[in-house]
Nanobody, 122 residues
Framework: AVHLVESGGGTVQAGGSLRLSCAASGSGLSRCMGWFRQGPGKEREGVAVLDSDGRVTYDDSVKGRFTISRENDENTLYLQMNNLQSADTAMYYC?????????????????WGEGIQVTISS
C-alpha cells in the first residue's frame, strides 16, 4: 500500500503562489500520481496527473498556472500553483495509481491522501 501526506496549503491572496507537496511512503508501485481538488459545494475534480514515463495532463482551468512535478529520489510529488484565483479555493488531495493514468483525470486512483486546504482571499 501507499501512504500519502500533503503539505504546503494555506491562505494566499489572489494572484499569489503556493507549492503543495505530497510525501509518499509504503511498498506499493505508483506509475501515476496526481492532484485533485474539491471546492465548496462542488464535486471532486482532477487538477493534474503525472505518469512515471513523463506524460503530464492538466485540467484546462489550471493550464499555464499550475505545474506538477515528481522528485523520485524523495518520493515526493509537487504542485506549483501560480496566479491563484478565488476559484482555486478547495481542499486539495494527492492521489496515486498503480497503473498509468494515460492522460485521464478520472478519479479512479488507488490511494488518496487526507487532503489539505487552499484558500484564496480577494
Amino acid at each position: 500500500a501507499v501512504h500519502l501526506v500533503e503539505s504546503g496549503g494555506g491562505t494566499v491572496q489572489a494572484g499569489g503562489s503556493l507549492r503543495l507537496s505530497c510525501a509518499a511512503s509504503g511498498s506499493g508501485l505508483s506509475r501515476c500520481m496526481g492532484w485533485f481538488r474539491q471546492g465548496p459545494g462542488k464535486e471532486r475534480e482532477g487538477v493534474a496527473v503525472l505518469d512515471s514515463d513523463g506524460r503530464v495532463t492538466y485540467d484546462d482551468s489550471v493550464k499555464g498556472r499550475f505545474t506538477i512535478s515528481r522528485e523520485n529520489d524523495e518520493n515526493t510529488l509537487y504542485l506549483q500553483m501560480n496566479n491563484l484565483q478565488s476559484a482555486d479555493t478547495a481542499m486539495y488531495y494527492c492521489a496515486a495509481k498503480v497503473d498509468y493514468c494515460l492522460g485521464s483525470l478520472w478519479m479512479d486512483m488507488d490511494y488518496w491522501g487526507e487532503g489539505i486546504q487552499v484558500t484564496i482571499s480577494s
